[in-house]
């Protein structure tokens, strides 16, 4: 079964400092990939997505992903972290029928 | 306002009691979804909905059942709930186009079964 894993369960990072969560996915044709964050007490917001094409993807809130296919994963970065980026990170890939398989998530947590 | 709502945003309830959480949407779509997470296992699927007959399990439906009432409506239950339903439980929605559709979500009720 397709799978996704983020093998980072928490994270703290300066404030200003710069943030990259991982995320790793099962083999499989070409992924449908994703990023979503969730903020205390919210639903999940999509921070970006990757179906094809250029491998560096912009998203929201300054955060990019890049996809390399080699070494199947998709990490999230973002060059200098703020409080308010303190959430939890979900990795994520489409299956069929719009559906979609998540990973464990990684808690972000940034220090003043 | 929210375009995906969820009641209630918080229920405590004892094991062996009959829970229902709905879900509601002001988007349109026709697709609608239940998802359950779990501290370090993400988000897992317990059911989903292409249109109002349209109703599928997902990877974790035992000890769940739904019901589309309307387009806009979709609720989720739990016949007889037991400790380990415990968790956080979102709604999303998506569109029924071909192709891959972004999925809206709802805040989340926390249910917590004693």
């Known amino acids: 079964a397709q799978s996704v894993t983020q093998p980072d369960i928490h994270i703290t990072v300066s404030e200003g400092a710069s943030l990259e969560l991982r995320c790793n996915y099962s083999?499989?044709?070409?992924?449908?990939l994703f990023w979503y964050v969730q903020s205390p007490g919210q639903g999940l917001q999509l921070l970006l997505k990757?179906?094809?094409?250029?491998?560096l993807v912009q998203g929201i809130k300054g955060f990019e992903a890049e996809f390399k296919r080699s070494q199947s994963s998709f990490n999230l970065r973002k060059p200098s972290v703020h409080w308010s980026d303190a959430a939890e990170y979900f990795c994520?890939?489409?299956?069929?029928?719009?559906?979609?398989?998540f990973g464990g998530g990684t808690r972000v947590l940034v220090k003043p | 306002d929210a375009d995906v709502t969820q009641t209630p945003r918080n229920r405590i309830t004892k094991t062996g009691k009959r829970i229902m959480l709905e879900c509601s949407q002001t988007?349109?779509?026709?697709?609608m979804y239940w998802y359950r997470q779990d501290p370090g296992l993400g988000l897992r699927l317990i059911y989903y909905?292409?249109?109002?007959?349209?109703?599928n399990k997902g990877e974790i439906s035992d000890g769940y059942s739904v019901s589309r009432q309307a387009q806009a409506k979709f609720s989720l239950s739990l016949e007889s709930a037991i400790p380990n339903q415990t968790a956080l439980y979102f709604c999303?929605?998506?569109?029924?186009?071909?192709?891959?559709?972004?999925?809206?979500f709802g805040p989340g009720t926390r249910l917590t079964v004693l």
């Open positions: 999303a929605t998506s569109k029924g186009l071909a192709g891959w559709n972004e999925q809206f």
């Open positions: 083999y499989g044709a070409t992924p449908y």
């Open positions: 990757y179906f094809s094409g250029d491998t």
């Open positions: 994520a890939r489409a299956a069929a029928g719009n559906k979609l398989t």
């Open positions: 988007k349109g779509h026709d697709r």
């Open positions: 909905s292409f249109d109002v007959k349209d109703i």
